[in-house]
C-alpha cells in the first residue's frame, strides 16, 4: 500500500493556482486521482469542461462555482459534482487563499473554452 506524504506531493502550478498531488499513477494509483487545490484570493479558473466527473470539495475559503451557467456559493464542506461535458469555472472571491480537495477517476482531460485540451499531469 504505498503512502504519500504531504511533504511527497507532487506540486503544479497554472492558471495562478497551486495543485499538489497526492494520488495518481506515479504516486501508485491505479483508478483514481486526488489532489489539493490552492487558488490564491482573486483567482479564477478559465472556463472548462472536464472529461470526467470530478468531485471538488471545499476544505477553506469561500468560492464561487459556475456549473453550466448557473453560479453556486461553496463554503467549507459543501461539494461540487462536476459532470463530463459541463462548462464549470470557479472564482475565489475571497480575500484568502481557498483549498478544496478534488478526486476523478485517472485519465482526465480538460478542454479549456478556446478548444484546446490539457492533460493535467497531477490527475494521469
Known amino acids: 500500500m504505498p503512502v ?6 507532487i506540486v503544479h502550478e497554472i492558471h495562478g493556482a ?8 506515479a504516486q501508485g494509483s491505479v483508478e483514481l486521482s486526488a489532489w489539493r487545490a490552492e487558488m490564491p484570493a482573486g483567482t479564477s479558473s478559465p472556463v472548462h469542461t472536464v472529461s470526467r466527473e470530478e468531485i471538488f470539495h471545499l476544505l477553506q475559503g ?25 462548462p ?3 472564482h475565489n472571491r475571497g480575500t484568502g487563499t481557498a483549498v478544496a480537495w478534488v478526486t476523478t477517476t485517472t485519465g482526465l482531460s480538460v478542454t479549456l473554452g478556446d478548444e484546446s485540451v ?3 499531469p497531477w490527475a494521469n
Open 62 to 86: 469561500t468560492v464561487e462555482a459556475v456549473l453550466d451557467g448557473r453560479a453556486e456559493t461553496l463554503s467549507p464542506g459543501d461539494t461540487a459534482i462536476i459532470s463530463p461535458g459541463v
Open 88 to 90: 464549470v469555472q470557479i
Open 118 to 120: 490539457l492533460t493535467p
Open 18 to 25: 497551486r495543485f499538489l498531488s497526492h494520488a495518481a499513477p
Open 4 to 9: 504519500v506524504r504531504a511533504a511527497d506531493a
